[in-house]
């Protein structure tokens, strides 16, 4: 029996480990660690560091595009010029929570929301964030709509049970998210499985 490939990775925060561990795992491959998850100008500041060790190993760096340009390559080639054999930097257009809404099937029914209320193409959101706090805010669940709308006069973004929710649903393989669905609606996810895989191919 061959041993999994193992990759290790670096994203900004919590939510983004979930979510890569979950598309790692779902090629067949294993997680090793996940370093930085500490913001994205920590991430970046170590990016040298992190395109060394891929010289040698596989690694995958995520990172939210946010609003720092208006696509993804051009971001890319100003921020890693020279990506060594083994990297796959990728960025999530425009937040990772693009790539949670592109299930559209699974996050409604998870959310308890009508499917029409999931965008079809997620990554032409100004902020998937604010969207997925928006639909969260239509669900028929009590919980959700307590846990992921901030509340009013709180001058938060998000509510308190936000982040927790979403990764309840990113690491459920039964009943959650499921990355091969969702990068039919999401370009950055395709690309980044899509590499992922060559990766594992190639580390064989």
């Not at 340009?69 to 080639?77: E, I, K, N, S, T």
């Not at 990297?87 to 559209?104: G, P």
Request: net charge positive; aromatic share 8%.
């Amino acid at each position: 029996m061959t041993n999994p490939v193992v990759i290790s990775a670096a994203v900004e925060g919590i939510l983004d480990e979930v979510v890569l561990r979950r598309l790692i795992e779902s090629l067949g491959a294993f997680p090793g660690s996940v370093y930085g998850k500490n913001g994205k100008s920590f991430l970046l500041e170590k990016l040298n560091a992190y395109n060394q060790a891929a010289r040698f190993f596989p690694w995958v760096i995520l990172i939210d595009l946010d609003h720092d340009a208006d696509c993804a390559p051009p971001f890319l080639q100003s921020c890693l010029p020279n990506p060594a054999p083994y990297m796959n930097f990728r960025v999530a257009v425009r937040e990772i929570e693009a790539w949670l809404l592109a299930d559209r099937e699974r996050l409604s029914k998870f959310l308890s929301v009508g499917a029409s209320r999931i965008p079809h193409n997620p990554e032409i959101l100004d902020s998937p964030k604010l969207t997925m706090v928006e639909i969260a805010g239509h669900s028929r669940r009590r919980d959700v709509r307590e846990n992921m709308v901030p509340r009013a006069g709180s001058g938060r973004k998000i509510g308190p049970a936000y982040t927790s929710l979403l990764i309840e649903f990113a690491r459920d393989p039964e009943h959650g998210w499921r990355p091969n669905v969702a990068a039919k609606s999401s370009d950055s996810l395709d690309r980044c499985m899509r590499r992922l895989e060559q990766l594992i191919g190639g580390a064989k």
